[in-house]
């Protein structure tokens, strides 16, 4: 996230817009991730080489982990209940 905007991230008192501004930015990176990862996919089809292979095992990573993490990300926010109170400690 170290494009400059990190302030909004925690700008707010109950952590609302921070939390959905960081989800946003981890989905927004998440689609660039998996586009480049399908660009390089492709090339490997017809163009192989040893280090894109190495860079498509890392991207794969970012993706499962990226994933993984927005995925335990949302089930803390919850539903509005106990969950924001721990999201509002982190942010």
């Known amino acids: 996230v170290g494009d400059g905007g ?3 991230l925690v700008d707010d008192r109950d952590g609302r817009r921070g939390s959905i501004d960081l989800d946003k930015k981890l989905a927004e990176n998440e689609a660039k991730i998996a586009a480049s990862f399908v660009e390089i996919k492709n090339l490997q089809k017809t163009a192989y080489s040893e280090e894109n292979k190495g ?13 993984g993490l927005r995925a335990q990300f949302l089930a ?3 539903n509005g209940n106990q969950g924001d109170d721990f999201v509002k400690q982190m942010l």
């Open 55 to 67: 860079t498509l095992a890392w991207l794969e990573n970012f993706l499962r982990r990226t994933g």
């Open 76 to 78: 803390l926010k919850g």
């Open 6 to 8: 990190d302030a909004s």
